[in-house]
C-alpha cells in the first residue's frame, strides 16, 4: 500500500500489504495464521483499536494481507470506514509471537 490510500465514499475494496514473515530466520507461509486489522484515526494509539479479521491472498510465493474495506455509504466487507483519516494496522495470531504493524494512512472522502 502507498503512504496515502485515498478512498471515496461508496467503494467497496480490498486494501492488501505484503507480508514477509520469518520463523527462525526462515521465510514461511502466514497464511494458517489469523490475520486482523485495525483502522484508527491520525493520532490515535493503536491500542485503543477495534480489530477486524481480514484475508489472505497468495501470488506465487509472495503472502498479502488483505482487508475488504467499505466507505461511507457502502456498508459490508470486513470494516466500514466513515469520512476521515486513519492509520491502518495489521496484526498476525501466531504462536509464541502477535507482530502488529502499521501499514500506513487511509483517507476516506465524503
Keep these: 500500500m502507498s503512504d496515502v490510500l485515498e478512498l471515496m465514499s461508496g467503494e467497496l475494496r480490498y ?35 477495534t ?3 481480514g484475508s489472505w491472498e497468495t501470488v506465487g510465493t509472495v ?19 466513515a469520512a476521515g483519516t486513519y492509520t491502518a494496522y495489521w496484526k498476525i495470531t501466531d504462536s509464541p509471537e502477535i507482530p502488529i504493524e502499521p501499514v500506513g494512512t487511509v483517507s476516506v472522502q465524503a
Excluded: Q
Excluded at 507480508?19 to 485495525?38: E, H, L, M, Q, R
Excluded at 494481507?65 to 470506514?81: K, M, N, Q, S
Design 51 to 53: 480489530w477486524a479479521t
Design 63 to 81: 503472502y498479502y494481507a488483505r482487508c475488504l474495506v467499505g466507505c461511507g455509504a457502502a456498508v459490508g466487507g470486513d470494516v466500514t470506514l
Design 15 to 49: 486494501i492488501l500489504s505484503e507480508c514477509d514473515v520469518t520463523k527462525a530466520g526462515v521465510t514461511y507461509n502466514p497464511t494458517s495464521d489469523v490475520i486482523k486489522w485495525a483502522f484508527v484515526p491520525l493520532g490515535t494509539p493503536v491500542a485503543s483499536a
